[in-house]
């Protein structure tokens, strides 16, 4: 979980793989596949290894490079605007649908929704504000990570029936399911990022030491498995109790996540001279690029075929095609933006 290193791109670039499958399964799969065994172990594989291994990695990474509050607010709104533009260039096929009277429906739900670029951005913004003293005050720290992972699922009873306040609250604690990365619970994650940044400053010969003890680490993760994994598995195929689950989820992923960094560190060792060691790299190097552009091909596409897609090995199809693309697309265009 270490920002702009080797081991985080390849973290990102695993969490990219994984991402783009969760997409497909959640927009072109028949609830037959979404809902069998397969689907839910796919929605398992694109929860816990990928918002959260990023959004960790953003907490870092914001620390780490000691950028100015202002540069991290710039970035903030950059992120927020890019959020919104794409949901338009994701949707843009339904909208122009919807306008053409093809569907009946509230475009204002596709047009607002707050994902993941949209919570970095804020995130970015909030701390920000309040870095000083996060770095400062390592109980304050603690207190507003545990905070926000009670709060993500406790004011969800709270639930406002004015559009406005609808809209505006599903940004900040998610009560509509337009709201998939409200800032309660999610940010949790890139403060613990900071939480880690200060533990490996002052522990770190500690840490190193406990990356080496491989086989009781690999014990520990079998047990963990083993007894949490049926909880894991009905958190994560759910979306609603996902995207906003609540302080036992929250302590799950951080537990998980600690163990798979360490895994992924390992296999980044032994096998990072690889070619698809060094691709995966490149994913996590340009992860926004490669976000923007498989949304913008796969939100298009499933206008035509929402949910329609019943064989497993078509998806997988799609899957490919959508990895491909993409890939070939951001790097032309970072090949075009070098020159």
Not at 117 to 143: D, E, H, P
Not at 178 to 196: E, N, V
């Amino acid at each position: 979980m270490i920002a702009r290193t080797p081991h985080a791109d390849l973290l990102k670039g695993i969490a990219v793989l994984l991402m783009v499958q969760v997409h497909i399964l959640e927009l072109f799969a028949t609830n037959e596949i979404y809902s069998s065994h397969l689907g839910k172990i796919l929605l398992f594989m694109g929860a816990a290894p990928v918002a959260p291994v990023f959004t960790i990695i953003l907490g870092y990474f914001i620390i780490s490079t000691g950028k100015s509050k202002t540069e991290l607010i710039t970035r903030g709104v950059k992120l927020i605007g890019l959020g919104m533009l794409l949901n338009i260039a994701l949707n843009l096929n339904l909208i122009i649908s919807a306008v053409r009277g093809k569907y009946q429906i509230d475009l204002l739900p596709f047009i607002f929704g707050f994902d993941i670029l949209q919570f970095a951005g804020a995130s970015s913004i909030i701390i920000a504000l309040f870095k000083n003293i996060l770095q400062k005050y390592i109980l304050v720290l603690i207190g507003c990570i545990i905070g926000a992972a009670i709060l993500g699922h406790g004011l969800l009873h709270f639930i406002s029936q004015t559009i406005f306040l609808k809209y505006l609250l599903s940004i900040v604690y998610g009560s509509c399911e337009w709201s998939y990365f409200p800032i309660f619970p999610w940010i949790a994650y890139p403060l613990t990022g900071i939480a880690f940044y200060k533990l490996k400053e002052q522990y770190g010969s500690v840490l190193l030491k406990v990356i080496n003890l491989k086989l009781l680490l690999g014990i520990l993760l079998l047990l963990f498995f083993i007894f949490t994994i049926k909880y894991a598995v009905t958190i994560s195929s759910d979306l609603l109790s996902y995207y906003h689950h609540g302080i036992i989820f929250y302590l799950w992923t951080i537990v998980f996540i600690a163990f798979y960094s360490i895994f992924i560190y390992e296999v980044g060792n032994k096998f990072g001279d690889s070619f698809i060691m060094k691709y995966v790299k490149w994913l996590g190097e340009n992860v926004t690029v490669i976000y923007v552009i498989q949304w913008v091909l796969i939100g298009n596409i499933a206008t035509e075929i929402y949910k329609t897609v019943s064989q497993p090995m078509h998806l997988f199809y799609y899957y490919l095609v959508v990895i491909i693309v993409s890939s070939t697309c951001a790097y032309l265009f970072l090949k075009l933006k070098a020159k």
